[in-house]
């Protein structure tokens, strides 16, 4: 679709919803109470939301301002397969929530993880689930060396 002279493709409005969502993103973790709490370090639990939308914000208006695709003969077809897709990735992350809070982190984080990315075309599936396990070890140690407790990992 054309808008003046400017083109919105869809990398441009990934790019907007991903630059909203981090705005949001980062007014809850200036408002909420636990953003405050401090860690051992001193830092507080909002810290690295904040840097990470901060970080999410600044690359979305990159893709905004640059789009890779700005002819309108590259635009992507709405199809029903897409909407299925998207569909089904919305259900893994409000699965993945729901799993978070009742059985823990190792329990949500490898099988959703596992599972969107080969929803997202990494084949075979054994290469989908590797790099769903390297991806939920890496965050385990990351929170555990910077002291972060995660949901059900005691």
Do not use: H
């Amino acid at each position: 679709m054309k808008i003046g002279k400017v083109y919105l493709s869809p990398d441009r409005v990934s790019g907007i919803v991903i630059a909203l969502l981090a705005v949001w993103l980062l007014y809850i973790s200036y408002t909420a109470e636990w953003a405050f709490q401090e860690t051992r370090d001193g830092l507080s639990v909002g810290f690295f939301p904040r840097i990470t939308n901060m970080a999410t914000i600044g690359l979305a208006l990159l893709v905004i301002i640059f789009p890779a695709q700005t002819y309108p003969e590259k635009l992507a077809k709405l199809t029903p397969r897409g909407i299925i897709k998207a569909g089904i990735g919305f259900i893994i992350a409000i699965v993945f929530f729901i799993l978070l809070q009742n059985f823990g982190y190792f329990f949500a984080a490898f099988p959703c993880l596992f599972l969107g990315m080969f929803l997202m075309g990494v084949r075979p599936w054994y290469f989908a689930a590797l790099y769903g396990a390297i991806a939920t070890g890496a965050v385990f140690a990351l929170f555990y060396v910077l002291g972060f407790p995660l949901p059900g990992v005691y």
